[in-house]
């Protein structure tokens, strides 16, 4: 599946029945809710990449997930920051930025990665991303590790992976 077409069904989804983003935080599953208290302060489409790497884990070589790099867009397609990692970072174009700790994750289908709900360590810099208290990830498409063997014969090949998620930055009420 190509990026453009990922973006098209995420917009759509967001679209399909005229909810809103903001609608859908509402809906998502127990386990990324975000605490009361809270409002969405901006809503993004992360589109981009997923690195993973055939290494070892646990005794056993497997994909292992590297890191994300994925622009961040607003609903008119305009980007207005990045994610990457690791550690996963949120940047806004105005230069601010966080990490943070996940808190909480629900399936996001066959062949997606999970929803998730992070909680924001303190902004760096001043900007969009000051006083954001969680990024809530959800509608996700692709991004899983690669659908191949991970052996001795391709050890330390690293594999990258196209994936799309909404992200919902949320501050204080």
């Known amino acids: 599946m190509t990026t453009r077409?990922?973006?098209s069904i995420t917009f759509t989804a967001a679209?399909?029945?005229?909810l809103s983003l903001s609608a859908l935080a509402d809906k998502a599953p127990e386990e990324v809710q975000v605490p009361e208290g809270n409002r969405i302060a901006m809503e993004t489409v992360g589109v981009g990449n997923i690195t993973y790497a055939c290494e070892m884990k646990d005794g056993a070589l497997?994909?292992?997930f590297k890191g994300p790099d994925a622009v961040l867009n607003d609903a008119d397609g305009k980007q207005v920051g990045t994610y990457?990692?690791?550690p996963a970072t949120w940047e806004s174009s105005d230069g601010s930025k966080i990490t943070g700790s996940e808190v909480g994750k629900a399936s996001g289908g066959d062949g997606n990665i999970p929803l998730q709900l992070v909680?924001?360590?303190p902004a760096e810099g001043e900007g969009h991303m000051t006083d954001?208290?969680?990024v809530q990830r959800l509608n996700t498409q692709g991004g899983v590790a690669p659908?191949?063997?991970c052996s001795a014969d391709n050890q330390g090949d690293t594999e990258i992976v196209e994936y799309q998620a909404d992200y919902n930055f949320f501050k204080a009420s």
């Not at 679209?15 to 005229?18: E, Q, S």
């Open 15 to 18: 679209l399909f029945g005229g």
């Open 62 to 64: 497997a994909w292992v």
């Open 84 to 86: 990457y990692g690791p």
């Open 119 to 121: 909680k924001a360590n």
């Open 5 to 7: 077409k990922l973006v």
């Open 147 to 149: 659908d191949m063997a």
């Open 132 to 134: 954001v208290t969680y």
